[in-house]
C-alpha cells in the first residue's frame, strides 16, 4: 500500500484566499484524522471521521475550516478566507479499528504559509 | 483535561550513548500511548504502542514502559546512532478515540 496520501505538500497562498487540502486514506482503514502542527502548539488534532462520518469536529478553531469525506477514499479540508495564523503542516491520519487500539498512519503533511 | 508535556524539549547526545526520554501525562484514563518518530519535513512513523493494561514494550534498540498511575512514560534508546537524531513525540489516547500529544523532544546524536 502506498500510505496515507496527501496533497498538495506546499502551498501558499495570499490571505483571503481559499485553501483545499486533500488526503487519501490507506485502503480499507474506517477512520481518517485531521491535525495541524505549529511550534507554538505542537500537534493538535482538528476532526476525525469514522465511515465517512464527522465524529468529533471539537477542534477545528473556527467556521472558516471546513471538512468533508464524500467517500472512504478521499478527504478535504478547506479553509476559507484563509489568514496567517493558519500557517502550519496540516497532517493526515487513518487508522483501523478498533480506534482504543491501533495505531494511526500518517501522510507526509501538507506545509500552509497564508502570507 | 489531558495535558502531554515531554522533557526535554531538545538533547544532544554522542554516539553509542544510552539515552531516556520522558513522557508525563496528567490523566491516568487512557486507552495506550504511542511514541512516535518525526523526521524533518515528513510525517510521523509510529515506534512503539503501549496498551493502558501493558507496563512496556520493546522493538530492537528501543524500550517504552509506561507507568498508569503516575502518569507517566519513558521511552529508552541504547547505543544511540546518528540515524536516530528525529523528534520523538508521546501520544495518549482518550476515550472518545483521539489522540493528544507531547510537543516532543528534539533529539540529536553526534558521531
Same mark, same amino acid.
Given at each position: 500500500d502506498a500510505g496515507v496520501i496527501q496533497s498538495p505538500r506546499h502551498e501558499v497562498t495570499e490571505m483571503g484566499q481559499e485553501v483545499t487540502l486533500r488526503c487519501k486514506p490507506i485502503s480499507g482503514h474506517d477512520y481518517l484524522f485531521w491535525y495541524r502542527q505549529t511550534m507554538m502548539r505542537g500537534l493538535e488534532l482538528l476532526i476525525y471521521f469514522n465511515n465517512n462520518v &464527522?465524529? *468529533?469536529?471539537?477542534?477545528?478553531?473556527?467556521?472558516r475550516f471546513s471538512a468533508k469525506m464524500p467517500n472512504a477514499s478521499f478527504s478535504t479540508l478547506k479553509i476559507q478566507?484563509?489568514? &496567517?495564523? *493558519?500557517s502550519a503542516v496540516y497532517f493526515c491520519a487513518s487508522s483501523f479499528p478498533p480506534i482504543s487500539t491501533d495505531t494511526q498512519y500518517f501522510g507526509p503533511g501538507t506545509r500552509l504559509t497564508v502570507l | 483535561k489531558q495535558e502531554v508535556t515531554q522533557i526535554p524539549a531538545a538533547l544532544s547526545v554522542p554516539e553509542g550513548e544510552n539515552l531516556v526520554l520522558n513522557c508525563s501525562f496528567?490523566?491516568?484514563?487512557?486507552y495506550n500511548l504511542q511514541w512516535f518518530r518525526q523526521d524533518p519535513g515528513k510525517g510521523l512513523t509510529s515506534l512503539l504502542l503501549i496498551q493502558s493494561s501493558q507496563r512496556e514494550q520493546t522493538s530492537g534498540r528501543l524500550n517504552a514502559s509506561l507507568d498508569k498511575s503516575s502518569g507517566r512514560s519513558t521511552l529508552y534508546i541504547a547505543a544511540?546512532?546518528?540515524?536516530?537524531?528525529a523528534t520523538y513525540l508521546c501520544a495518549v489516547r482518550g476515550s472518545q478515540g483521539n489522540l493528544i500529544f507531547g510537543k516532543g523532544t528534539k533529539l540529536s546524536v553526534k558521531p
Amino acid at each position: 500500500d502506498a500510505g496515507v496520501i496527501q496533497s498538495p505538500r506546499h502551498e501558499v497562498t495570499e490571505m483571503g484566499q481559499e485553501v483545499t487540502l486533500r488526503c487519501k486514506p490507506i485502503s480499507g482503514h474506517d477512520y481518517l484524522f485531521w491535525y495541524r502542527q505549529t511550534m507554538m502548539r505542537g500537534l493538535e488534532l482538528l476532526i476525525y471521521f469514522n465511515n465517512n462520518v &464527522p465524529i *468529533d469536529d471539537s477542534g477545528m478553531p473556527e467556521d472558516r475550516f471546513s471538512a468533508k469525506m464524500p467517500n472512504a477514499s478521499f478527504s478535504t479540508l478547506k479553509i476559507q478566507p484563509s489568514e &496567517p495564523r *493558519d500557517s502550519a503542516v496540516y497532517f493526515c491520519a487513518s487508522s483501523f479499528p478498533p480506534i482504543s487500539t491501533d495505531t494511526q498512519y500518517f501522510g507526509p503533511g501538507t506545509r500552509l504559509t497564508v502570507l | 483535561k489531558q495535558e502531554v508535556t515531554q522533557i526535554p524539549a531538545a538533547l544532544s547526545v554522542p554516539e553509542g550513548e544510552n539515552l531516556v526520554l520522558n513522557c508525563s501525562f496528567t490523566d491516568s484514563a487512557i486507552y495506550n500511548l504511542q511514541w512516535f518518530r518525526q523526521d524533518p519535513g515528513k510525517g510521523l512513523t509510529s515506534l512503539l504502542l503501549i496498551q493502558s493494561s501493558q507496563r512496556e514494550q520493546t522493538s530492537g534498540r528501543l524500550n517504552a514502559s509506561l507507568d498508569k498511575s503516575s502518569g507517566r512514560s519513558t521511552l529508552y534508546i541504547a547505543a544511540s546512532q546518528p540515524g536516530d537524531s528525529a523528534t520523538y513525540l508521546c501520544a495518549v489516547r482518550g476515550s472518545q478515540g483521539n489522540l493528544i500529544f507531547g510537543k516532543g523532544t528534539k533529539l540529536s546524536v553526534k558521531p
